[in-house]
């Protein structure tokens, strides 16, 4: 029987309310065919988007001929043109026009494999397109965190009243320097931030309250930065009127789940004298997406089961 290997990117781009370019985003990558959009989740209050692509893998993977690194690609080529840093606003911090990149092994799939594409598409970003791109991960060779590359570049620091961000990058002196790329961002495209690591799983719970410096204590007591829950990270994030959402990467999922989260969130809610809505993912689990691939590509079910 034929091993399954599946590569899967998330792909979360600073814009969901201009349909033109999103849908010149999603043509890019319907050229390619062999790594099909699996799912799209769509925020105007945060003004993102994430899209989540899937291909299959060889045994022995070549980079450059590899579909789900040429789809995004031309996924974030068509981004940087038809998105301007400059002129954005939402609630959600981000660092570029295309915030952020993860590849993620699914089946029988290795980190080896996804941390290549990564370090590919870098390169490719960097050095093609010159926009500064940061690597982490399986993908970075001292296996930098995300969050340890946010806090550098001021991520988590609304720039506009409101708890908002705008514009272009929030700061442009880092003794941080980019893995690929020009060491300056360019103000309409920010900087890109890549990575491969094993799953994640994003989960958000919403409070209804404005009072965002008490939501911030209830994330800051959920985390495990804060002494809550381990492999959790958590923010708390303006989302439209009167609510403020506690929105938590689990970076183990199958240790450390929603239902987990939603408890842990909910009890410091009622500690502050607040109420917690039912939270939400943001994606399928990786067992949903690996499914609904199958149902794009049955030739590759039917090679499974030979």
């Known amino acids: 029987m034929l091993k399954l290997r599946l590569a899967c990117c998330k792909v979360y781009i600073s814009e969901s309310r201009n349909r033109a370019a999103l849908e010149s985003i ?77 590849f993620h092994p699914l089946a029988e799939a290795s980190l080896n494999q ?14 093609n397109l010159q926009v500064p791109t940061f690597l982490y991960g399986a993908a970075h060779e001292e296996e ?26 929030i700061s442009e002196s880092s003794l941080l320097k980019p893995d690929a790329g ?28 404005s009072n965002i410096a008490a939501v911030r204590r209830i994330a800051k007591r959920v985390s495990g930065r804060g002494g809550g829950l381990p492999s959790v990270q958590a923010m708390a994030l303006a989302y439209g009127e009167n609510v403020t959402e506690v929105a938590c990467n689990l970076l183990e999922p ?19 004298s607040m109420i917690a809505g039912k939270g939400y993912y943001t994606d399928f689990s990786q067992e949903k997406i690996i499914q609904r691939y199958l149902e794009f590509d049955p030739q590759c079910d039917q090679k499974k089961n030979d």
């Open 26 to 102: 999603e043509q890019a990558a319907k050229l390619f065919p062999e790594a099909p959009i699996i799912n799209k989740f769509e925020d105007e209050s945060y003004n993102r988007v994430g899209y989540t692509l899937v291909s299959k893998l060889a045994p022995k993977p070549c980079s450059d001929v590899c579909a789900l690194r040429k789809a995004v690609l031309a996924m974030v080529k068509t981004a940087f043109e038809a998105i301007n840093l400059e002129m954005h606003c939402g609630n959600h911090p981000r660092l570029g026009v295309v915030d952020h990149i993860c």
């Open 114 to 127: 996804t941390a290549g594409i990564a370090k590919s598409l870098a390169a490719d970003i960097g050095s």
């Open 144 to 169: 930098r965190t995300l969050d340890s590359i946010r806090r550098e570049l001021g991520y988590f620091k609304p720039n506009s009243s409101g708890n908002q961000w705008f514009g272009g990058m």
């Open 182 to 209: 020009p060491a300056q961002a360019p103000q309409a495209k920010g900087v890109v931030v890549i990575g491969s690591t094993r799953w994640v799983d994003n989960y958000n719970v919403p409070i209804f309250s």
């Open 254 to 272: 199958s240790r450390i789940g929603g239902d987990q989260v939603q408890l842990k969130v909910e009890q410091h809610a009622e500690e502050e």
